[in-house]
């Protein structure tokens, strides 16, 4: 007689955790073509064809993953550290069947998300999960190793980045290709090819990204996400282009500075990168360094100069925002944004204030709470231009009801709060946006449904990287003597925050560089270093003083000239520092991160 498989009786299946046992492959059509890179590459005078390989990441932000949730029969209330309070509500109303206004979650301030907090997690499901089957609240707070064993990073990469050049340095062929993960239950596919769409004029283009599904955690989006590993390889091999011309890197760049967008042809909305590199140089003494590699020593440590290239597309969605002006005086603003510490509420009650000719301490931002208007999630560096574009209309639509207030009131003239009291108001609101034109559509394309796309122009923010090292010749030791970041980012709404947002980015760029990597058993997919004592982020005593600066130029086709600056100071670091440790020491490091043991 033979036995009924009992419940817990499972078949094993061949599993894959590298690339070379994947049997699922995807290889792509290129993401963009223009000319013929191959027979141009085939045919420049000058060529560099290099291969480059970067490890996984993981976004260790200092507040762990936590969910509270709590069950009222079918309505379920959540705190969560999330960056997108909008997006969990509409998964959780859509995995536990009820409908998505009987959902709340709450997350006004989340301790650093970097893209690991945007969507919904094991850990927020397990706990609404209990809550409701034992009728209680219940609270789950992950610990560093469990966040990282259940939350994906950045994917590992393998790139292939080829340039061809006439003698005087103009790219002919730009091909760049990279191969990436996903698990095997998703994830995202990185844009690692996007800085070689936007970066150089080159007369043939070809970029392609491939990838395979692996039966491994799946990858979450992390900071800049594909520019950041994209732009390392890009930069390295435009570095050592320049080395074979013995040109400077910088002229080299400007040689190839594009005046429309090189794969699409759209104009930019505007391009300064020549006035960043030209300001960035000069402040950091670019003209003393000497082009040989090996050439410059501070006693007896190598001394290399590097720089590279930032850009990061400057995206824009929808978000919907109300806007109430009280008799007193007192301002609100409402709008579910998060805050994860790049200070998003100080500035919309920045421009709030500005908008309504009122003092900045009148003013307070509601935020962090689906119950709140729809706003998009914290991520791409967007947040605050979209916002802002919602809460100057909201302003205008304010002002407009008050001047026919005044007018039908006879207080033309007066104050605000003289035209309330006449109309027997306690205050006046407006509001932009609604959530009810989104009808039915599902979680994500209620989110996708939001982005604004500008067929018209090309445009995003834009920097330039230069890095000083320190190298001991004996031991290999990597020391960061000097970092400078020059950046155009639009108009900057308040300099405090946004000076700390891109040195952060820098920090994250550092670790890419000289020490992050998520070591993964490929026996059984398991993360191996998940604290903090196996995954090495840098300390104070890694970091040099950060000097970062701005153009301060507004984009005419943003809100207010807003770009975004959250992720493009990440962009071109590793390659800064790439670059400057070739300089030290004539080796192209082509697989991150630059550890000493590549140095000997």
Same mark, same amino acid.
């Given at each position: 007689?033979?036995?009924?498989?009992?419940?817990?009786?499972?078949? @094993?299946?061949?599993?894959?955790?590298?690339?070379?046992?994947?049997?699922?492959?995807?290889?792509?059509?290129?993401?963009?073509?223009?000319?013929?890179?191959?027979?141009?590459?085939?045919?420049?005078?000058?060529? !560099?064809?290099?291969?480059?390989?970067?490890?996984?990441?993981?976004?260790?932000?200092?507040?762990?993953?936590?969910?509270?949730?709590?069950?009222?029969?079918?309505?379920?209330?959540?705190?969560?550290?999330?960056?997108?309070?909008?997006?969990?509500?509409?998964?959780?109303?859509?995995?536990?069947?009820?409908?998505?206004?009987?959902?709340?979650?709450?997350?006004?301030?989340?301790?650093?998300?970097?893209?690991?907090?945007?969507?919904?997690?094991?850990?927020?499901?397990?706990? !609404?999960?209990?809550?409701?089957?034992?009728?209680?609240?219940?609270?789950?707070?992950?610990?560093?190793?469990?966040?990282?064993?259940?939350?994906?990073?950045?994917?590992?990469?393998?790139?292939?980045? @080829?340039?061809?050049?006439?003698?005087?340095?103009?790219?002919? =062929?730009?091909?760049?290709?990279?191969?990436?993960?996903?698990?095997?239950?998703? @994830?995202?596919?990185?844009?690692?090819?996007?800085?070689?769409?936007?970066?150089?004029?080159?007369?043939?283009?070809?970029?392609?990204?491939?990838?395979?599904?692996?039966?491994?955690?799946?990858?979450?989006?992390?900071?800049?996400?594909?520019?950041?590993?994209?732009?390392?390889?890009?930069?390295?091999?435009?570095?050592?282009?320049?080395? *074979?011309?013995?040109?400077?890197?910088?002229?080299? *760049?400007?040689?190839?500075?594009?005046?429309?967008?090189? !794969?699409?042809?759209?104009?930019?909305?505007?391009?300064?990168?020549?006035?960043?590199?030209?300001?960035?140089?000069?402040?950091?003494?670019?003209?003393?360094?000497?082009?040989?590699?090996?050439?410059?020593?501070?006693?007896?440590?190598?001394?290399?100069?590097?720089?590279? =290239?930032?850009?990061?597309?400057?995206?824009?969605?929808?978000?919907?925002?109300?806007?109430?002006?009280?008799?007193?005086?007192?301002?609100?603003?409402?709008?579910?944004?998060?805050?994860?510490?790049?200070?998003?509420?100080?500035?919309?009650?920045?421009?709030?204030?500005?908008?309504?000719?009122?003092?900045?301490?009148?003013? *307070?931002?509601?935020?962090?709470?689906?119950?709140?208007?729809?706003?998009?999630?914290?991520?791409?560096?967007?947040?605050?231009?979209?916002? =802002?574009?919602?809460?100057?209309?909201?302003?205008?639509?304010?002002?407009?009801?008050?001047?026919?207030?005044?007018?039908?009131?006879?207080?033309?003239?007066?104050?605000?709060?003289?035209?309330?009291?006449? =109309?027997?108001?306690?205050?006046?609101?407006?509001?932009?946006?609604?959530?009810?034109?989104?009808?039915?559509?599902?979680?994500?394309?209620?989110?996708?449904?939001?982005?604004?796309?500008?067929?018209?122009?090309?445009?995003?923010?834009?920097?330039?990287?230069?890095?000083?090292?320190?190298?001991?010749?004996?031991?290999?030791?990597?020391?960061?003597?000097?970092?400078?970041?020059?950046?155009?980012?639009?108009?900057?709404?308040?300099?405090?925050?946004?000076?700390?947002?891109?040195?952060?980015?820098?920090?994250?760029?550092?670790?890419?560089?000289?020490?992050?990597?998520?070591?993964?058993?490929?026996?059984?997919?398991?993360?191996?270093?998940?604290?903090?004592?196996?995954?090495? !982020?840098?300390?104070?005593?890694?970091?040099?003083?950060?000097?970062?600066?701005?153009?301060?130029?507004?984009?005419?086709?943003?809100?207010?000239?807003?770009?975004?600056?959250?992720?493009?100071?990440?962009?071109?670091?590793?390659?800064?520092?790439?670059?400057?440790?070739?300089?030290?020491?004539?080796?192209?490091?082509?697989?991150?991160?630059?550890?000493?043991?590549?140095?000997?």
């Amino acid at each position: 007689m033979t036995r009924a498989p009992a419940a817990t009786d499972f078949e @094993a299946e061949e599993h894959s955790a590298t690339p070379e046992k994947d049997l699922r492959n995807r290889f792509l059509p290129p993401s963009a073509t223009k000319g013929d890179a191959v027979v141009a590459l085939a045919a420049a005078p000058v060529s !560099v064809d290099l291969r480059f390989t970067t490890p996984p990441h993981q976004h260790n932000a200092i507040e762990p993953h936590a969910t509270t949730a709590a069950w009222d029969g079918d309505r379920l209330t959540v705190h969560d550290a999330s960056q997108s309070v909008h997006w969990m509500r509409g998964h959780l109303a859509h995995r536990f069947s009820v409908p998505r206004e009987n959902v709340r979650v709450i997350a006004p301030f989340v301790g650093g998300g970097f893209g690991g907090k945007g969507t919904v997690r094991a850990g927020t499901i397990i706990a !609404v999960t209990a809550a409701r089957a034992t009728g209680r609240p219940v609270r789950l707070v992950l610990t560093r190793q469990g966040v990282n064993h259940v939350v994906g990073g950045r994917t590992p990469s393998r790139q292939r980045v @080829a340039l061809g050049a006439g003698t005087d340095g103009k790219l002919t =062929a730009l091909i760049h290709t990279s191969y990436t993960r996903i698990g095997r239950v998703g @994830a995202n596919i990185e844009q690692v090819t996007s800085p070689s769409r936007h970066l150089y004029a080159a007369s043939s283009i070809l970029l392609r990204q491939d990838r395979s599904e692996l039966d491994l955690l799946p990858n979450a989006w992390m900071r800049a996400p594909g520019e950041g590993i994209g732009s390392f390889a890009l930069e390295s091999t435009v570095d050592e282009l320049a080395h *074979r011309l013995g040109m400077d890197p910088i002229e080299l *760049r400007m040689r190839n500075e594009p005046d429309a967008d090189p !794969v699409e042809g759209k104009p930019s909305s505007r391009r300064l990168l020549r006035e960043v590199y030209a300001r960035g140089a000069e402040r950091f003494g670019w003209s003393g360094r000497t082009p040989e590699p090996g050439s410059m020593r501070d006693g007896r440590r190598l001394v290399g100069m590097g720089v590279a =290239a930032a850009y990061q597309p400057a995206l824009q969605f929808v978000a919907d925002v109300t806007v109430r002006l009280s008799a007193d005086g007192r301002v609100l603003v409402r709008c579910g944004f998060q805050e994860m510490g790049m200070g998003g509420a100080t500035a919309q009650a920045q421009i709030a204030a500005d908008a309504l000719g009122v003092p900045f301490d009148t003013v *307070r931002v509601e935020y962090g709470d689906s119950d709140l208007p729809m706003a998009p999630m914290a991520m791409n560096s967007l947040q605050t231009a979209t916002v =802002a574009s919602s809460v100057l209309a909201a302003c205008d639509k304010l002002k407009r009801r008050l001047d026919s207030l005044a007018r039908r009131n006879r207080t033309v003239g007066r104050s605000h709060r003289s035209t309330l009291a006449k =109309a027997a108001l306690p205050a006046v609101e407006a509001a932009v946006g609604s959530n009810s034109r989104l009808g039915r559509l599902t979680n994500q394309a209620r989110f996708f449904s939001r982005l604004i796309r500008d067929q018209k122009w090309a445009k995003g923010a834009s920097g330039a990287q230069f890095c000083e090292v320190r190298i001991d010749p004996d031991t290999g030791e990597i020391r960061i003597a000097r970092r400078l970041g020059m950046f155009d980012v639009g108009k900057v709404i308040n300099p405090k925050t946004a000076a700390s947002q891109l040195r952060g980015a820098v920090v994250m760029g550092i670790g890419m560089a000289l020490s992050e990597q998520t070591l993964v058993d490929p026996r059984t997919g398991r993360v191996m270093n998940a604290g903090l004592d196996g995954y090495l !982020v840098p300390a104070h005593a890694d970091i040099p003083r950060i000097e970062v600066d701005w153009l301060d130029d507004p984009d005419p086709t943003m809100p207010l000239g807003l770009v975004g600056l959250g992720e493009v100071g990440m962009t071109g670091v590793a390659g800064a520092i790439a670059n400057a440790v070739h300089h030290a020491t004539g080796k192209r490091i082509r697989d991150l991160p630059i550890t000493l043991d590549k140095l000997l």
